[in-house]
């Protein structure tokens, strides 16, 4: 079975700090792995995905992820943070013989002025 | 473009009453749906998805169901509400092309069982 583990349910940086959301996976066949974000009421937003290409993956809002098959890693980063980042971050995992996708806990984003 | 619509919004439902949520897709035909439940402080389950038409898969042992009538139309439902069944619902779509398609996800709808 695939999962994903979101280390940290709270982050806390200042505005214009460098923002790091860990994400571990597991999975026993080559995965895609998403970032979602999710705004206090609102449903989710894709940030980015990694689906076998390129290992750095670029998003929107200025994120970005790097997969890394030998730590099972898919962490989210952004240079400087703003406030309007503030929100919920989700990973999740999925493969080419699954219908459905597995999503962590969730990290709470918060953006200090 | 496709767009995804939830109804309702919010809802505030006594224990033991009924429960349908409705979700529909416009822009798209034969999409994978998807509801998921989000409780308070913790992250997505799936709740059930469809491949099809009167095609619904359970994740998850519960007191609610799920259908699909139409193509675009997915009905997430319950007999007798729980306590527990209080949360943010999420209905997504994918298409069906690959595996790594996005899953796109509807405003969502806060219910409340008191």
């Given amino acids: 079975a695939q999962s994903v583990t979101q280390l940290g349910s709270h982050v806390s940086v200042s505005e214009g700090a460098l923002v790091l959301l860990r994400c571990n996976y597991s999975s026993s066949v ?12 609102q ?8 689906t076998s290409a390129a ?19 898919f962490h989210l980063t952004k240079p400087s943070a703003h406030m309007s980042d503030a929100a919920e971050y989700f990973c999740a995992v999925t493969s080419y013989n699954n219908n459905d996708m597995r999503f962590g806990a969730g990290t709470r984003l918060t953006v200090k002025p | 473009s496709q767009t995804i619509h939830q109804w309702p919004a919010t809802l505030v439902q006594p224990v033991g009453s009924p429960l349908s949520l409705e979700c529909t897709v416009e822009g798209t035909s034969n999409p994978n749906l998807y509801w998921y439940r ?28 799920a259908s699909r009538p139409q193509d675009r139309q997915f009905i997430l439902s319950s007999k007798k509400l729980l306590l527990s069944d209080s949360g943010f619902y999420l209905c997504a779509w994918s298409g069906t092309s690959h595996r790594s398609d996005t899953q796109y996800f509807g405003p969502g709808t806060r219910l409340t069982v008191l």
């Fill in chain 1, 30 to 41: 080559p995965p895609y792995l998403f970032w979602y974000v999710q705004y206090p009421n």
């Fill in chain 1, 43 to 50: 449903g989710l937003q894709l940030l980015l995905k990694y």
């Fill in chain 1, 55 to 73: 290992t750095l993956v670029k998003g929107i809002n200025g994120f970005e992820a790097e997969f890394k098959k030998s730590e099972t890693s």
């Fill in chain 2, 38 to 65: 989000q409780a308070a402080g913790r992250g997505l389950q799936l709740l059930f998805y469809s491949v099809g038409i009167g095609q619904i898969s359970s994740e998850v042992p519960q007191n609610l169901s």
